[in-house]
């Protein structure tokens, strides 16, 4: 998957945000079905914790510092790249 990284990765810089949304869509379907099957559902837990920033003070913003570092790492794991 090191290769897809770097293909999530240029994605992202895509300055068209309809092309950005549909190249990441595009990755997002060809990953393996059990990658896929995990980001769902990480993705619908922070999507939930999100939901409840008026208690939690985890509105989107605050869960991508906390957790961006974790979830996304550079190709070398370089702390300092991040």
């Not at 999507?47 to 190709?75: Q, W, Y």
């Amino acid at each position: 998957l090191s290769d897809k990284y770097n293909d999530f990765i240029e994605a992202n810089r895509i300055e068209n945000a309809s092309e950005r949304m549909r190249t990441l869509r595009k990755l997002i379907r060809d990953l393996p079905g059990h990658y896929y099957e995990t980001l769902k559902f990480l993705v619908g837990h922070l999507k939930t914790i999100a939901d409840h920033s008026e208690k939690n003070k985890m509105e989107p913003r605050n869960l991508a510092l906390v957790f961006g570092p974790t979830l996304v790492r550079t190709s070398e794991d370089n702390m300092t790249d991040m």
